[in-house]
Nanobody
Framework: QVRLVESGGGLAQAGGSLRLSCAAS??????MGWFRQAPGKEREFVAA???????TYSDSAEGRFTISRDNAKNTVDLQMNGLKPEDTAVYYC??????????????????WGQGTQVTVSS
């Protein structure tokens, strides 16, 4: 019924950049987020954005990543600069079922994409 589709993942060199995109069929008023999961690790918060464009970042993403959205197109992007090998993970686009608030907890997000692999070489 509802689908989130990520794109833009791939291989990058340390210090390089990648831009991830998420095409969503959910209501644009919902808070959208990016999470990532590396092998053997828990899914962790990366960034989120409210429908009005208020951004929230994890400590590791702050200053390097930028989240943005286009409510008319139902897209959410994650610009990743200054990539590090520890950024290697599957990145997931997700959506809450409420607007105006941000959560850092994966269980507070309802819709999830299938993920896109990001690999950063040293």
């Amino acid at each position: 019924q509802v689908r989130l589709v990520e794109s833009g993942g791939g291989l990058a060199q340390a210090g390089g950049s990648l831009r991830l995109s998420c095409a969503a069929s959910v209501r644009t008023m919902y808070t959208m987020g990016w999470f990532r999961q590396a092998p053997g690790k828990e899914r962790e918060f990366v960034a989120a954005i409210t429908w009005t464009g208020r951004n929230t970042y994890s400590d590791s993403a702050e200053g390097r990543f930028t989240i943005s959205r286009d409510n008319a197109k139902n897209t959410v992007d994650l610009q990743m600069n200054g990539l590090k090998p520890e950024d290697t993970a599957v990145y997931y686009c997700s959506s809450m079922i409420r607007s105006g608030s941000v959560s850092l907890t994966a269980s507070d997000y309802y819709y999830w994409g299938q993920g896109t692999q990001v690999t950063v070489s040293s």
